[in-house]
């Protein structure tokens, strides 16, 4: 029987091995299969995607439903429940079964999901509609989960980062057009029609996830290289500064789009006005990824939060189209600078995935406390 060597990718529940022939042993640990870049991109960016119409469509929808004012926000605010609750499983199915099952599994919860929420909207049942933003959220949070793979697959991690975030700018850049494209198709049931986009676009990142795993058959063999050691002072510290973003950010959008609504703005404008949102959370950080580890991660994540707590401010006097521009501007910059700093630190040392889905779980509790908090100080 020749020998095979199995990676530690390859050696798990659900993949199939062969006793063919083989290469030398060298040649097998060089050449272990990796999602490409571009695959873990295009993941990363259709999940953005589906983020983007849930964000802007579900306060408005919830509005609409709710029987008070603080019902308003749990939609919102359940779309992060979920992505927090699959922050772990998340990690352990990734370690078992590898990334492809993950995805499976978030398509599915996507879906239906989709479904859910679309039916709760179009016949009138709110607690329908909150179902399926929880499970939106749970397969958007089985999709986010995968951005961690970009840092271990390729060489320039800085590279890494801004093309990542790259393909969520452009994600951003779509999500008006489909919006647009709803109001079109469906009219006073538009929200419907998005959140069931939401939720197929998830199916096709997991259509992008099968894609085949790319292996650089020209590498030579490398010698065992140590991983970095990680302090725990730098990981809480790149936890508590990105949770803050994401707290400041949740509470921002509970409320921008409501409030757009109250101040005259249409649901087309508004929902461009979170689509510039979503644009600077994710160009900043590509455009600044290049040079910003010429930088101390912290100098860099401290500058985000400047700009996020700024956009906090002003949302306090916010009521032309003018300043929800400004708002929605500054709010995305402030929160791409702190993840992008954040990341930054988490990558100067790969952590273990059960870390990783520590970080995650905090970042999405913290926007739940950010979703509800601004309905529950009026703001």
């Known amino acids: 029987m020749s020998w095979i060597a199995f ?8 993949r199939l091995g062969c006793a063919c022939e083989a290469g030398a042993p060298e040649e097998g640990l060089a050449a272990s299969a990796s999602p490409s870049l571009a695959v873990v991109a295009s993941m990363f960016g259709l999940t953005v995607l589906s983020q983007a119409l849930t964000t802007a469509i579900l306060p408005l929808a919830a509005g609409i439903l709710a029987p008070t004012r603080f019902e308003a926000a749990w939609p919102y605010a359940l779309t992060f429940l979920g992505a927090a609750i699959a922050a772990f499983p998340a990690a352990a199915l990734t370690d078992s079964f590898g990334r492809r099952a993950v995805a499976a599994l978030g398509a599915s919860l996507g879906l239906a999901g989709g479904v859910i929420a679309a039916h709760g909207f179009a016949v009138g049942r709110f607690p329908e509609l909150a179902l399926g933003a ?64 939401a939720g197929t676009l998830l199916v096709a990142h997991f259509a992008v996830a099968i894609i085949p795993d790319s292996v650089d058959t020209t590498a030579k063999p490398r010698a065992q290289t140590v991983t970095p050691y990680l302090p725990r002072s730098q990981f809480v510290f790149a936890t508590l500064a990105a949770a803050a973003a994401w707290f400041v950010m949740a509470r921002l959008m509970a409320g921008a789009a409501p409030a757009m609504f109250f101040c005259g703005i249409g649901e087309g404008a508004a929902s461009g006005l ?38 906090l401010a002003i949302f306090q006097f916010a009521e032309s189209p003018a300043t929800f521009v400004a708002l929605t501007t500054l709010s995305g910059a402030g929160w ?34 950010g979703a509800l908090s601004g309905v529950l100080t009026n703001l």
């Open 134 to 197: 929880f499970w939106l959220g749970a397969a958007q949070g089985f999709g986010f989960f995968h951005r961690h793979g970009a840092s271990s697959n390729v060489m320039e991690k800085r590279h890494a980062a801004g093309i990542v975030l790259g393909a969520g700018c452009v994600a951003a850049l779509i999500a008006p057009a489909v919006t647009i494209f709803a109001q079109n198709l469906a009219g006073p049931l538009a929200p419907a029609v998005d959140v069931m986009v």
């Open 7 to 14: 990676s530690p990718a390859g050696a798990r529940a659900g």
């Open 274 to 311: 979170i689509a510039n949102h979503f644009i600077w959370m994710y160009a900043a950080a590509a455009l600044a990824s290049p040079i910003a580890w010429r930088m101390q991660a912290r100098t860099i994540t401290n500058i985000g939060l400047v700009l996020i707590f700024a956009a």
């Open 336 to 369: 791409s600078f702190a993840m992008l700093g954040a990341a930054n630190m988490l990558q100067g040392a790969i952590p273990k995935r059960s870390l990783l889905a520590v970080h995650d779980f905090t970042l999405f509790t913290a926007a739940i406390a």
